[in-house]
Antibody, heavy 123, light 106 residues
Framework: EVQLLESGGGLVQPGGSLRLSCAAS????????MSWVRQAPGKGLDWVSG????????YYADSVKGRFTIFRDKSKNTLYLEMNNLRAEDTAVYYC????????????????WGQGTLVTVSS | SYDLTQPLSVSVSPGQTASITCSGH??????VCWYQQKPGQSPVLVIY???KRPSGIPERFSGSNSGNTATLTISGTQPMDEADYYC?????????FGGGTKLTVL
């Protein structure tokens, strides 16, 4: 059974930093592209960042480019999102999600999602 | 940046057919997928590659994509189908979601 378990969310001040983690199990983690998708309270889905199965290729939404870094550790079956210079508009539930296709260089479709972790940016 | 436009809301009576549209420039040239999200839950993939259903998704869910518009169709809509629905496409490594449509079954 595929499981994605996010952690690391919390309350942080504007300008602060946070690292999110997503522990994956139930599939060959190193064979699938992964993404982070966020959802602000009462709002729609907003793709944040993606990483290829190999970890070589990374992609970012314009709104987070230069502030967020996605990376993965295949030895720990874990996906990460390093978030710096956080802003109030980054407040959201952050979901980790797995791509449907094996060995993809980028996200195509997301077939499994975690339960999400809440990030609140406020003073 | 690429934009996908969905209606804010769609209403349907139980047992009837619901259609939710997703519009974007030359969207028919891309693959579109659809997610269902119920309150307090994570999204669930219900259609991928325009018209394919993942295992476990009921046959009443179908999709199409042509020209500038993709459509999610739910035949014989059930009360349990009441949810938010999001279309999604991808291009050059980036992913785009539509704004979401709230489907009300009443």
């Amino acid at each position: 059974e595929v499981q994605l378990l996010e952690s690391g969310g919390g309350l942080v001040q504007p300008g602060g930093s946070l690292r999110l983690s997503c522990a994956a199990s139930g599939f060959t983690f190193s064979s699938y592209a992964m993404s982070w998708v966020r959802q602000a309270p009462g709002k729609g889905l907003d793709w944040v960042s993606g990483i290829s199965a190999s970890g070589v290729n990374t992609y970012y939404a314009d709104s987070v480019k230069g502030r967020f870094t996605i990376f993965r550790d295949k030895s720990k079956n874990t996906l990460y999102l390093e978030m710096n210079n956080l802003r109030a508009e980054d407040t959201a539930v952050y979901y980790c999600a797995k791509d449907r296709l094996i060995a993809a260089t980028a996200t195509v479709e997301l077939d499994y999602w975690g339960q999400g972790t809440l990030v609140t940016v406020s003073s | 940046s690429y934009d996908l436009t969905q209606p804010l809301s769609v209403s349907v009576s139980p047992g009837q057919t619901a259609s939710i549209t997703c519009s974007g420039h030359k969207l028919g040239d891309k693959y579109v997928c659809w997610y269902q999200q119920k309150p307090g839950q994570s999204p669930v993939l219900v259609i991928y590659e325009d018209n394919k259903r993942p295992s476990g998704i009921p046959e009443r869910f179908s999709g199409s994509n042509s020209g500038n518009t993709a459509t999610l169709t739910i035949s014989g809509t059930q009360p349990m189908d009441e949810a938010d629905y999001y279309c999604q496409a991808w291009d050059s490594g980036t992913v785009v979601f539509g704004g979401g449509t709230k489907l009300t079954v009443l």
